[in-house]
């Protein structure tokens, strides 16, 4: 078996949060799951009416900012660094460098159930860089390349 192979355990709400300093409104990520040692991880945002960001966008026919599905696939991709890699985030915020090749392809609305596909192409701690990929039912909503570091804040 290959490192690739090698599952680890889910990562719940409350295992999220130990790593990211993100809070409600901000926490764009529920669990993490199918999390490969080397591989890549899944994280899953529940997409529900409440969220507040539908109040303004849209009232009438509410959508899913595309700017925060990459910043949940950010999160996901986060969350599954630290706890794969073991990396000690705590004092720590993990910061967007930039995002290449964004393409939003479907609307996400209430009801969806995002699923944030994140992988590490390079690795430089403090700075990664991630292929991902959101999907809904299978078909793929949104997709990035994106790179962020660990810093302390100032």
Same mark, same amino acid.
């Given at each position: 078996?290959?490192?690739? &192979?090698?599952? /680890?355990?889910?990562?719940? /709400?409350?295992?999220?949060?130990?790593? /990211?300093?993100?809070?409600?409104?901000?926490?764009?990520?529920?669990?993490?799951?199918?999390?490969?040692?080397?591989?890549?991880?899944?994280?899953?945002?529940?997409? %529900? #009416?409440?969220?507040?960001?539908?109040?303004?966008?849209?009232?009438?026919?509410?959508?899913?900012?595309?700017? +925060?599905?990459?910043? $949940? *696939?950010?999160?996901?991709? #986060? #969350?599954? %660094? $630290?706890?794969?890699?073991?990396? &000690?985030?705590?004092?720590?915020?993990?910061?967007?460098?930039?995002?290449?090749?964004? @393409?939003?392809? @479907?609307?996400?609305?209430?009801? &969806?159930?995002?699923? +944030?596909?994140? @992988?590490?192409? %390079?690795?430089?701690?403090?700075?990664? @860089?991630?292929?991902?990929?959101?999907?809904?039912?299978?078909? %793929?909503?949104?997709?990035?390349?994106?790179?962020? *570091? /660990?810093?302390?804040?100032?």
């Amino acid at each position: 078996m290959s490192d690739t &192979d090698e599952f /680890l355990p889910d990562l719940d /709400l409350a295992g999220i949060k130990g790593i /990211l300093p993100h809070r409600y409104p901000f926490l764009m990520i529920d669990k993490i799951v199918q999390i490969r040692k080397e591989g890549g991880a899944i994280g899953i945002k529940n997409v %529900t #009416a409440n969220e507040e960001y539908f109040q303004g966008h849209f009232p009438e026919m509410p959508v899913m900012p595309g700017v +925060l599905i990459c910043e $949940a *696939m950010a999160q996901a991709a #986060a #969350a599954y %660094t $630290a706890y794969s890699e073991n990396v &000690d985030t705590e004092g720590q915020v993990v910061l967007f460098m930039g995002m290449d090749k964004v @393409k939003f392809r @479907k609307p996400v609305v209430p009801g &969806d159930v995002l699923e +944030l596909h994140v @992988k590490i192409e %390079t690795r430089r701690p403090p700075v990664w @860089k991630y292929s991902g990929e959101a999907k809904v039912d299978g078909k %793929t909503v949104a997709e990035a390349e994106f790179k962020a *570091m /660990l810093t302390r804040p100032k």
